[in-house]
């Protein structure tokens, strides 16, 4: 006999809790922010064809699950407290539900973040989570904040996970190692908590890329009623995408999609913080352009040269 719901919850997602008072069992959890902070809480749903592939690893599916909300506290400047897990599954695999709780979990434990809830229900595989964060108060980055004048820049590099996409989709090839790097980069996105919360006073403003860079900086552009000026070329990119045509190139990581990384301003006179804020947190930062009091997005190459924006971004209703 298969597994039944409860003792499919005791088994893989029950686990004890330290910093909420209460977690699985009842019928809500209890948990309090610390004193002097707000709570930041966001939800992301990931449904099997539309945002993975039915060939990912469960292990990498729980982690990605994850790591999504993680990267919405992160652009918040939000430290991770505890999160809730919805899930509907099409039956009981076992060793599908091990693995997912590995991903899940490891992830989970690695920064501090409690499973504390959720619900489990028969149907189309779905993983909804909803994070909780914790920051002080009045000091979250938010999208609004960015002002003319300010430098912009992104963490890590974008365009694997989309070349990695492509791929899959048959329009581009890669051998062995190069795939496994940009798979690696599409199934296990590495959220950037660190870096969001040492930002906190010192950026402007601050998203998590997820839908392609120039999509989501123009959600910061129109919060924040300003512009932006974008070098083209100065966009980080791995040794696997510099390979690729500059077209691919440009695609992948202007308009890419599921990087995970930060997108952020801040004012000049704090690039040296930046780059200390980088450091503490253990990654990459790349100046990509400027703040313009003028509205609208500009592309310019290396040489200053205008670049057309033909790269559109991600719409789930418009794909
Ligand atoms: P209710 O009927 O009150 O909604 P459920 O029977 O759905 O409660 O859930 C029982 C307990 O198990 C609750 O504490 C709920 O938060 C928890 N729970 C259910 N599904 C999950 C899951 N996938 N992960 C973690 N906790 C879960
Ligand atoms: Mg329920």
Not at 73 to 98: H, K, Q
Not at 109 to 136: S, W
Not at 152 to 180: I, K, Q
Not at 258 to 279: G, K, S
Request: proline share 4%; hydrophobic share 50%.
């Amino acid at each position: 006999m298969p597994l039944g719901e409860f003792d499919l919850i005791a088994k893989f997602f029950t686990r004890r809790v330290t910093r909420a008072a209460l977690g699985v069992g009842d019928d809500c959890a209890l948990f309090a922010p610390t004193i002097g902070m707000q709570l930041a809480v966001s939800s992301d749903m990931l449904v099997e064809g539309r945002h993975f592939l039915p060939t990912v690893a469960p292990q990498r599916l729980g982690h990605k699950a994850l790591a999504v909300n993680l990267s919405d506290l992160a652009a918040c400047g939000a430290a991770p407290m505890a999160f809730t897990l919805a899930l509907a599954l099409p039956r009981v695999d076992e060793a599908f539900l091990a693995g997912f709780a590995q991903g899940l979990l490891a992830l989970a434990d690695a920064h501090g973040c409690e499973l504390i809830g959720g619900d489990t229900t028969q149907g189309p595989l779905n993983i909804c989570i909803t994070v909780f964060g914790e920051v002080p108060v009045g000091t979250a980055l938010l999208r609004s904040g960015a002002q003319a004048g300010d430098d912009l820049y992104v963490s890590g590099t974008l365009g694997d996970a989309r070349l990695a996409l492509e791929v899959f989709r048959g329009t581009l090839a890669l051998e062995g190692t190069a795939f496994d790097a940009v798979r690696g980069a599409m199934e296990q996105p590495t959220p950037r908590v660190a870096l969001g919360v040492a930002l906190r006073g010192v950026a402007t403003s601050a998203i998590d890329v997820s839908d392609g860079l120039l999509g989501d900086l123009a959600h910061v552009l129109r919060r924040s009623g300003v512009g932006a000026t974008v070098d083209v070329d100065a966009v980080p990119r791995s040794a696997v995408l510099r390979a690729q045509p500059l077209v691919w190139q440009r695609t992948c990581t202007l308009a890419g999609g599921d990087d995970y990384e930060l997108v952020f301003t801040a004012a000049p006179h704090q690039a040296d913080t930046v780059a200390a804020a980088a450091r503490l947190a253990q990654v990459h930062v790349t100046r990509i352009g400027r703040i313009d009091a003028a509205a609208g997005l500009r592309l310019v190459d290396d040489a200053g040269c205008n670049v057309p924006n033909t790269f559109a971004s991600f719409d789930h209703f418009n794909a």
